[in-house]
């Protein structure tokens, strides 16, 4: 979190480097949750105070990495970047979605989960659920350039997690990593009882080095053309200025970044909670980074266009029998809105989940069930052993 002045709206007919809508990328942002949103704020606010290497901490980092996997990224895409803050280990959490014609050159979405005093639902519980949301959502479109979601330790000490990464990861890569575009998102959740209508863009103005100043420009006018095609939100224009992406503008990249317009006043306190802060708003900031990281990363095929029936046809699970997880899987196409419910025989709710590829059944009795799986109007049922 960082305070700074706000200066210009800029509406869409005045920027520069426009882009016309994309009915496809539109399709995909729409399919952003509220209900997703407000259970990503409430379980993190739930994690406690996350100070950099405490036990929240590291809890709201093993919290983080099960959300990944639900959403169906693998343990070849989930890496930790660990260091040391005080004689403690903490770490950052980074997810990487291979791209189709250019593998090797990254989108960074990138925010901070550590917090200090409080427990920063909104700094930076609000970007860290547009970031969760965004990659829900991207995890079957299909990217030209690969995408790199990165949860950093450690901001809130001096960006410490994203000054590790560059150093460790980013210039210790041989040949040192490719980065088309870093976007970070740090405290976007708007004031309850507000109009939380309108949402900061952040370009880089630093004159050390300025080389990169022109792309960011460049960028930043792309991503405030794309809140505006893929949300309601107006935008105002800024500047970037001590957070997660500084550490990667000091090292030469480009980048950009999303803040919110009206500016809590709970940042770094206890009250900066749930309850002080808007969830519709995070909504409208999901489904606008949505768009714009597509736009960014250059999506092509999005969702298989399958008829439900051949969606519910071509569902399995696995293991079976299972124990602590089950694993949902669509052979022959890709699908975002789904249920999937276990029951008993006779009819009673073990486990009800809603787009989850993931599902914890560690607390179901051992037995004999039944799963599930529907999307619109088709359902099939298959018997489940946990074992």
Not at 60 to 67: D, E, G, P, V
Not at 290 to 310: I, K, M, N, S, Y
Request: glycine content about 6%; hydrophobic content about 35%; charged content about 15%.
């Amino acid at each position: 979190m960082r305070k700074r002045l706000l200066f210009g709206l800029f509406l869409l007919g005045f920027l520069a480097n426009s882009q016309t809508f994309n009915q496809a990328y539109a399709d995909v942002s729409n399919q952003v949750s509220q209900t997703n949103i407000n259970t990503y704020l409430q379980e993190f606010e739930g994690l406690g105070v996350k100070t950099t290497g405490s036990t929240a901490n590291n809890n709201a980092y093993t919290w983080l990495r099960n959300k990944y996997i639900s959403f169906g990224y693998t343990d070849a895409e989930i890496t930790k970047d660990t260091f040391t803050y005080n004689g403690q280990s903490t770490s950052n959490i980074i997810v990487t979605k291979q791209g189709t014609k250019y593998p090797n050159t990254y989108v960074i979405v990138c925010g901070h989960y550590d917090t200090i005093t409080g427990t920063g639902t909104n700094d930076n519980g609000s970007g860290v659920s547009v970031i969760l949301e965004v990659a829900r959502l991207l995890k079957n479109v299909s990217t030209d350039y690969s995408i790199k979601f990165i949860n950093f330790s450690g901001e809130e000490q001096g960006l410490l997690g994203s000054a590790h990464y560059v150093s460790s990861v980013v210039n210790a890569t041989s040949p040192k990593m490719s980065i088309r575009l870093v976007l970070n998102i740090d405290e976007v959740g708007g004031v309850k009882g507000k109009t939380n209508d309108t949402i900061t863009c952040e370009r880089d103005e630093s004159n050390s080095p300025s080389s990169n100043n022109s792309a960011s420009n460049t960028y930043t006018q792309q991503l405030m053309n794309c809140v505006t095609l893929y949300s309601p939100l107006k935008t105002n224009l800024s500047y970037a200025y001590a957070s997660d992406y500084m550490p990667f503008q000091a090292n030469g990249e480009i980048i950009t970044g999303l803040f919110e317009y009206n500016e809590t006043p709970y940042a770094h306190t206890v009250n900066d909670k749930y309850i002080n802060l808007d969830p519709v708003y995070i909504y409208n900031i999901a489904k606008a980074t949505t768009g714009a990281v597509q736009h960014f990363a250059v999506a092509g095929q999005t969702l298989d266009v399958c008829t439900p029936r051949e969606i519910a046809m071509s569902f399995r699970f696995y293991p079976n029998p299972a124990k602590d997880y089950l694993q949902l899987e669509f052979l022959n196409s890709k699908t975002q809105r789904f249920s999937f419910t276990i029951t008993d025989f006779e009819g009673k709710i073990l486990s009800k989940t809603d787009n989850q590829t993931r599902i914890d059944i560690s607390t179901i009795p051992k037995g004999i069930y039944l799963g599930t799986f529907k999307v619109e109007d088709q359902q099939i049922t298959k018997k489940l052993i946990v074992d």
